[in-house]
């Protein structure tokens, strides 16, 4: 094992404490899109809805100029993350039986 | 536009607000990796240290079990943010003139 430097030692420490919120930020947002998945499953609502989606990386994007972040890679994660929230409403049954290929999602 | 359902409505608030905390922690952990990669050109450490890697993964998975969270996802998005890490601190000149093309980062 190498000998760490303390300042990379404790860049790692604030690195795994941001982890760790991140995780907890990523498993309530899960819960509530599927909650939403659920929702829209049960009103029979259109599976996605580009117009929240649009409005959510323009969102997206200026939070992350204004943090200092590249915006092109906020929009990457947004999209990666709205990717997996799909697969994951794939599973929720809708309520019109002619619908069950439909994709209930809401990113 | 569609007229949206209460519920779908607060559902989105609630998206929003936690998206907002996202782009914070993903800007601060963005400086920090920077600071990071800093450090290690100029130590001329190397530039990936697949240790702590391996171990990010694992508490990365802990961490997502405990707050159930998918750890398939977790692990996921964990790599995503690293390969783009890695991709953002190609740029850092390092110490040695030798490393010009090797990767100075840390995850």
Redesign the interface.
Known sequence: ??QI?Q??AE??K???N????????????????Q??GE??AR?N?PPADP??EAE?VR??RA??EK????PE??E???T??VT?VVR?HQQIPRGDKDGAEATPT?A
Chains 1, 2 share one sequence.
Do not use: G
């Open positions: 094992m190498t430097p300042d990379l860049a790692r604030s690195i795994d941001l982890d760790a919120a991140l995780i907890h930020l990523l498993a309530e947002r899960f819960k509530i899109t909650h939403v929702i829209k009103l609502m117009e929240r959510q969102r997206f939070l992350a943090s200092q972040l590249d890679f906020a990457k994660v947004l990666f993350i997996e994951h809401d």
